[in-house]
């Protein structure tokens, strides 16, 4: 196929360099194509598109077609370009502009979500296990063990069982700790009794312990207890976090976020350790690319590691100063040379100077941590003012502000120490840092995943869209719903523990009906839990999965039972379809391009759902009453309407083969182009229900009486009426043959 041709030809710039002409005249563009086509007929391309085209592969084909031109109109102006989606292979993969498409089986499908399954549970394991194993009662070995356990484990049966083993240890703790405290209390009961034997007859009956009633009592609380310093601290506190909309969020000991910082910033230096390693073991690879005469880049770019060649290209590159650097820089070499030499004229040490930072003039006012390489900076009039650690010099320590509020008690010191860390802001730091972190990876796993053209290689709502139309994007959309709904203290929740117990507006709102999501029994089910339950509950599963009792396993085809369907638009979705609905009424929701095999609908109503573009087969109707839901454009087969009366649903060109109505009244039901074939009427009394336009054959009415209705233009053959002598009955141009009326 000769594309290139037609690109060509589609770019109206080039008619104009061709002929011209002015190429925002539609008109003008006409009389160019056709003027071209029919010189391309004649054998002749006009010269001023020959810089445009692959001359070589024109003449190689020009030989192929006995020296004519014409296979180039023929090819791409009589076939045109084909716009209907390629006819993938398993295992094939295309990209259609906006997203990439790969082919898989419907065993590689199931294996998919069943992996995707079990690395959500893999993963909530993970998540619960990180606060069970900061327990102290546990020891090294143990949390070793663990460990050595997860990483060997090929299931989540296994996995399973390396956090039983733990929980089972935490449970035995548990227990010998009861037992000891029961085993107390018990000799401080027959301590108190043998001295109470011990005691003289006369002093026991003056010391005899009697109950006091009083009207009332007074018990002192924690804020009588605590001093003014402190309550003011903590009244200053809570102005704060209200000010921030931090009130349901929990409080933080200020130990506890500079410890947070600490590990924070030990993680984020570790990792860029890693990558810094990383890079220069690539940079080595580069380094004997270039000398064997290969270009690392492009090397780097096919492995799918373009942003290391970038990083090791900048690197190379970042030697030479610009001319205002080096300016810069001459002042600044003056500085470190002078304080070199007064440091050589007192005696200190100037060993390794040059690698070494100056702080000269540079006072430090509430540093968060310490520096943490003291020894490797020159602090010149330059102390740590009022820090908040109490690390660093003699005068450092002097000077910082937890040493300066020892005068206070220790609660009042704590809650002074809080409020300065809530005011400043230090509190959000680790949050800030997390944030930032996980903004430039979200970043990088965009950049990483993205194809040639920029468009993601993951799902996002856009492209779930497209494929799966608006039911799964209503899934996402509920998803995210939920996100926003989270409360800082679920968040928090999450994660520490692993996960976050739903409030019963979110469980109504993604469970309840009208949601994608919707479980009548899950709803049911998570409404009664009682939250101190749900840690039992959990680690009860966890104990079932290790005992194999219990698995998540993907089901092949889920039923709807008992989940309502409520504005939930199926376009798109024939595996939804052809699911069986049972107990689940469908009101407001439409089945568009939805097509259905092995979906019964059973005691399933149906209003304001219309079916079209959605055939369905072997997809019986059973005890399912319908109203104002008609069936437009779905051929029907082998689905029979049975006890299921219909009311305002008429059937527009949906012919309908060996699909019986079986005692379902029909009022309003009208026959629209719609032919059917081995479909008889049982028992069904129709009203308002003309056929019109609608052969039928082998459809007898049996007992289905006609009130107020027609046949028009409707002829039948070998379809009688049988004992259905209805009223107003009319037949308007619809011969019959070997049939009655």
């Known amino acids: 196929m000769i594309r290139w041709i037609y690109l060509v030809l589609s770019m109206n710039f080039i008619f104009g360099v061709a002929y011209g002409l002015d190429t925002n005249s539609s008109s003008d563009i006409q009389k160019s194509v056709l003027r071209l086509k029919h010189q391309l007929t004649e054998g002749t391309i006009p010269s001023k598109l020959l810089p445009f085209l692959n001359l070589t592969a024109v003449e190689k084909e020009k030989a192929s077609h006995n020296g004519s031109l014409q296979f180039i109109v023929d090819d791409d102006y009589k076939k045109g370009i084909s716009k209907d989606p390629p006819v993938l292979n398993i295992n094939e993969m295309t990209h259609d502009g906006n997203k990439t498409i790969v082919k898989i089986s419907e065993e590689a499908t199931y294996q998919l979500i069943q992996k995707w399954v079990d690395q959500a549970a893999s993963g909530f394991m993970m998540a619960l296990m990180s606060t069970k194993l900061k327990d102290k009662r546990l020891e090294p070995r143990h949390i070793a063990q663990h460990n050595n356990c997860t990483q060997v484990a090929k299931s989540i049966t296994e996995h399973a069982q390396c956090v039983v083993t ?42 005899e312990r009697v109950v006091q009633q009083k009207q009332q009592y007074e018990l002192k609380g924690k804020k009588e207890m605590t001093s003014p310093f402190s309550l003011i601290a903590k009244t200053l506190t809570d102005i704060v976090r209200e000010n921030k909309n931090k009130e349901k969020e929990p409080k933080k000991k200020w130990q506890t976020v500079i410890n947070e910082i600490k590990d924070e910033l030990n993680r984020i230096k570790q990792k860029k350790k890693d990558q810094e390693d990383f890079r220069n073991v690539f940079s080595k690879y580069s380094r004997t690319m270039k000398m064997l005469g290969l270009n690392p880049e492009t090397a780097f770019r096919r492995a799918g590691l373009d942003s290391i060649g970038e990083e ?63 020894n490797d900076t020159v602090n010149l009039l330059s102390p740590s003012v009022f820090a908040l650690h109490e690390s660093g010099s003699e005068l450092d320590q002097m000077l910082s502000l ?22 400043s802001g230090v509190t959000e730091a680790v949050e800030k840092m997390r944030f930032d972190e996980r903004k430039q990876e979200m970043e990088a796993f965009r950049k990483h995943f993205s194809n040639e053209n920029g468009q993601p290689m993951y799902f996002t709502r856009q492209n779930v869209s497209e494929m799966y139309g608006d039911y799964k994007t209503s899934k996402i959309d509920s998803m995210e719903k939920l996100h926003k709904s989270m409360s800082a203290a679920q968040m928090h929740e999450m994660n520490s523990t692993g996960y976050a117990i739903m409030s019963s507006q979110q469980i109504s709102e993604f469970y309840g009906p009208g949601s994608p999501y919707n479980d009548s029994h899950a709803y049911e089910n998570y409404r009664n839990l009682r939250r101190n339950d749900i840690p039992d509950i959990l680690e009860n599963n966890i104990h079932q999965m290790a005992r194999e009792e219990q698995a998540f396993k993907v089901a092949r085809q889920k039923d709807v039972v008992l989940s309502p369907l409520l504005f939930t638009w199926i376009t798109l979705a024939p595996k939804t379809a052809s699911q069986p609905i049972v107990l689940s009424p469908l009101v407001f929701s439409p089945l568009i391009l939805s097509p259905s095999a092995l979906g019964p609908l059973i005691l399933s109503p149906w209003i304001f759902s219309p079916l079209i573009l959605s055939p369905r087969v072997l997809a019986p109707i059973i005890l399912s009453p319908t109203i104002f839901s008609p069936i437009i454009l779905s051929p029907l087969a082998l689905s029979p309407l049975i006890l299921s009366p219909a009311v305002a649903d008429p059937l527009i060109l949906s012919p309908f083969v060996l699909t019986p109505f079986i005692l379902s009244p029909l009022v309003m039901v009208p026959l629209i182009l719609n032919p059917f074939c081995l479909s008889p009427l049982l028992g069904v009394p129709n009203t308002l229900s003309p056929i019109i336009l609608s052969p039928f054959v082998l459809s007898p009415f049996v007992l289905s009486p006609p009130y107020v209705n027609a046949f028009v233009l409707s002829p039948y053959f070998l379809s009688p009426i049988v004992l259905s002598d209805g009223l107003l009955f009319t037949a308007v141009l619809s011969p019959s043959f070997l049939s009655s009326l």
């Not at 008690?409 to 120490?417: K, L, P, R």
């Open 312 to 374: 090791i290209s900048a690197a190379n590159t970042t030697g030479k100063l610009s001319e205002e650097e080096q300016v810069l820089k001459k002042p600044l070499m003056m500085i470190r040379d002078g304080v070199k030499l007064g440091m050589m004229l007192t005696g200190q040490n100037v060993s390794n100077f040059d690698d070494r930072k100056i702080a000269l003039m540079s006072p430090q006012f509430m540093s968060v941590l310490p520096d943490e390489q003291a």
């Open 166 to 207: 733990i929980l089972k240890r935490l449970d035995d703790q548990r227990r010998k700790i009861r037992k000891f405290k029961k085993l107390k209390f018990r000799r401080s009961q027959l301590r108190r009794a043998r001295a109470k034997r011990d005691l003289p007859e006369t002093y026991r009956e003056d010391k």
């Open 402 to 423: 937890s040493r300066a509020m020892r005068f206070l008690s220790e609660n009042g010191h704590d809650d002074w120490m809080n409020f300065v860390l809530e005011a």
